[in-house]
């Protein structure tokens, strides 16, 4: 938030309005940032039916905010287009009729200079709704308002996500920002640390934001178990590889089998093989693969084999969530500029890098919570309706905004999908 609007409300607010609009100022700045890179004509386009064009996620944050707070909570405010939210609408069936989301890519116009000009009109009646309300308005729209910019971080990451899709499929194999050099670090030695079974509490409590879905709090029975103390590397990965480990069925999944036998998985995705060996497309363009980092763009398919193939097994979700909830949340995350993967220091007596890096693939199905109950209305479409036939993944990656994730974290994609930020830590029972 400005100097000038702190000060003009200061005194009248208490420290959450503050804090929410300023998260709010910074949250809408930094997706601008991510946009500013950019050409038009790289903003438009669809790479695949998963992604989305970027200015498409732009409009549609905005749309997020103008439909659960600016309508209902602005008195006399005036939606900016009336086929907006037709068009940015994602899978809000409450919320109205949506354009098909694998046309995405068609949506020509607004220009990319519109969506701008949209995204300034909502910040600015968001910015005069904040500036005026009082406590009572302010009580109702803080949560709506904290989780809309909890779901703009979420677009920002799949802003880099989908960047990233659409530039590998560039022959020019074009960078989307300059490549940051890390401190050469070696990986590690895997370790294995013990952690005992019990009775176990796992998901949100307190005051502080969470979705929904990682409620409500409940007991979990865990038997002895044992996790490695890193992630897993592309080393690792490429002797897998070499060692059949795309050639023999008996590590996979019938689904994923399948996909090996479609020619589907080879390597993890944007991985080639050259000359020179194997090599990636990243943010920054077409780098050798660094053995020492984690791998990551592999599907749960693909997590779940290598596991077999190392005579392990991926953690699962309440093991990872135990193991991980006292840690801090220190790893690298988008802010670090890396934009990619990078060795971890190695911790003497803790795992490392359970936040930041690489998403970590659990052996959990995503599924409701004991006790669970999705909110009333729209938002309750957010997360619970996709309960069906994805995995959970922990710990947050290198495209994830600083300041997003948590122990309680639980992030979902389908088996097959390898364009987020996944790799994989192992686990075993003892």
């Excluded at 005194?11 to 910074?26: A, I, K, W, Y």
């Excluded at 080879?266 to 693969?289: C, D, I």
């Excluded at 998403?359 to 996709?386: C, H, M, Q």
Aim: with cysteine; glycine share 8%.
């Amino acid at each position: 938030m400005s100097d000038v609007r702190a000060d003009r409300v200061e005194g009248r607010r208490g420290d959450t309005s503050l804090r929410l609009q300023s998260m709010f100022e910074r949250v809408r700045a930094t997706s601008e940032d991510l946009a500013a890179g950019l050409q038009p004509e790289d903003q438009v386009v669809q790479s695949m039916p998963d992604c989305s064009p970027t200015k498409w996620h732009l409009a549609h944050v905005s749309w997020f905010f103008e439909t659960f707070i600016l309508v209902p909570h602005a008195p006399g405010y005036e939606v900016a287009h009336p086929q907006f939210a037709f068009l940015f609408n994602s899978y809000y069936e409450a919320a109205g009729a949506r354009h098909n989301r694998f046309e995405r890519g068609l949506i020509t116009r607004p220009t990319v200079d519109e969506v701008a000009a949209y995204r300034d009109y909502v910040t600015s009646a968001m910015n005069r709704l904040m500036d005026s309300a009082d406590e009572g308005l302010w009580e109702t729209i803080a949560p709506l308002v904290e989780i809309g910019c909890h779901h703009e971080q979420q677009h920002q990451e799949l802003i880099l996500m989908d960047v990233l899709n659409l530039f590998s499929r560039n022959p020019l194999r074009p960078a989307y920002r300059p490549w940051k050099a890390s401190v050469a670090r070696q990986a590690e030695d895997l370790r294995w640390l013990d952690h005992a079974g019990g009775v176990f509490e796992i998901g949100h409590k307190g005051d502080a934001f969470s979705y929904d879905n990682e409620s409500p709090r409940h007991e979990v029975l865990l038997r002895p178990y044992r996790l490695a103390s890193r992630a897993v590397t592309n080393a690792e990965w490429i002797a897998f590889i070499e060692d059949g480990g795309y050639a023999r069925s008996d590590l996979w999944m019938m689904d994923g089998w399948v996909r090996v036998k479609r020619g589907e998985y080879e390597a993890p995705l944007y991985w080639e093989k050259t000359s020179g060996g194997w090599e990636a497309m990243t943010l920054s363009g077409q780098h050798r693969v660094d053995p020492d980092a984690p791998v990551v763009h592999v599907s749960w398919f693909e997590a779940d084999a290598f596991a077999r193939w190392a005579g392990k097994r991926l953690p699962t979700e309440a093991e990872w969530e135990v193991a991980a909830r006292d840690l801090p949340q220190d790893g690298n995350f988008m802010d670090s500029g890396f934009l990619r993967p990078v060795a971890g220091v190695p911790a003497e007596s803790r795992p490392s890098g359970m936040f930041g890096d690489v998403w970590e693939w659990t052996a959990s199905a995503y599924t409701a919570y004991p006790g669970y109950k999705a909110a009333p209305g729209a938002l309750g479409e957010y997360n619970g309706k996709f309960m069906s036939g994805q995995m959970v993944l922990r710990g947050g990656g290198c495209a994830t905004p600083d300041g997003h994730i948590r122990a309680t974290y639980r992030n979902f994609f389908y088996p097959h999908q390898r364009w987020a930020f996944a790799g994989l830590r192992l686990a075993e029972d003892i």
